[in-house]
C-alpha cells in the first residue's frame, strides 16, 4: 500500500506495479524503470469533502479555494 517501496521494488526487477506518475517519471526518465502499457492512462479525481457551508471554518474554505485553483497546476511542477 507504500507507492515509494512499491516503485522501488519494481525497480529492483522483484515485479510489476501500478502506480501513479508522481513515483515513476523520474525513475522512467533515468531509464531505472520500464513503463508498460503507455498508451494506457488513468486520472483519479480528488475529491474535498467538509460539513455544509454554514458550518464550515473559514479556513477550511479557503484551503479548499486554494486546492480548487491550484493543485493541477502544482502537482505538473512536481512532475517537471
Not at 18 to 46: C, F, H, N
Amino acid at each position: 500500500s507504500n507507492g515509494r517501496v512499491m516503485c522501488q521494488a519494481a525497480a529492483a526487477g522483484l515485479g510489476v506495479a501500478r502506480l501513479a506518475d508522481v513515483y515513476t517519471d523520474a525513475l522512467i526518465k533515468r531509464g531505472e524503470l520500464t513503463e508498460m502499457l503507455s498508451g494506457w492512462k488513468q486520472t483519479t479525481p480528488l475529491w474535498l469533502v467538509s460539513p455544509p457551508t454554514r458550518h464550515q471554518l473559514h479556513r477550511v474554505r479557503e484551503l479548499m479555494n486554494y486546492l480548487t485553483a491550484n493543485f493541477k497546476t502544482r502537482y505538473e511542477a512536481v512532475l517537471g
